[in-house]
Nanobody
Framework: QVHLVETGGGLVQPGGSLRLSCVAS????????MHWHRQAPGKERELVASITGGGVTNYTDSVKGRFTISRDNVWNRVYLQTNNLKPEDTATYYC?????????WGRGTQVTVSS
């Protein structure tokens, strides 16, 4: 059973930073692409960033230059460093992965950007 748990969210002022973390279990972590998504109230969930087992990354345009995705294949963790946060980054952030044809999600961590 794949299990994903996100931590690291919180309330931050515009321009601030947070480091989100997701720990995975139940799979051979290094073999799987990991993703960060987010969902704001009243909006659809969107893909924010992805990273392959070898460290190749991809970002949605709105976060390029501000967010960095990384992973630790020893400790089965994927991170999202979020810098220069804006109010429009406010959302619940989820990590996900595809394992044997099924997409697994964590419960999410809330990021609120407000002064």
């Amino acid at each position: 059973q794949v299990h994903l748990v996100e931590t690291g969210g919180g309330l931050v002022q515009p321009g601030g930073s947070l480091r989100l973390s997701c720990v995975a279990s139940g799979l051979n972590f290094r073999l799987h692409v990991m993703h960060w998504h987010r969902q704001a109230p009243g909006k659809e969930r969107e893909l924010v960033a992805s990273i392959t087992g070898g460290g190749v990354t991809n970002y949605t345009d709105s976060v390029k230059g501000r967010f960095t995705i990384s992973r630790d294949n020893v400790w089965n963790r994927v991170y999202l460093q979020t810098n220069n946060l804006k109010p429009e980054d406010t959302a619940t952030y989820y990590c996900s992965t595809n394992y044997k044809g099924r997409v697994y999600w964590g419960r999410g961590t809330q990021v609120t950007v407000s002064s």
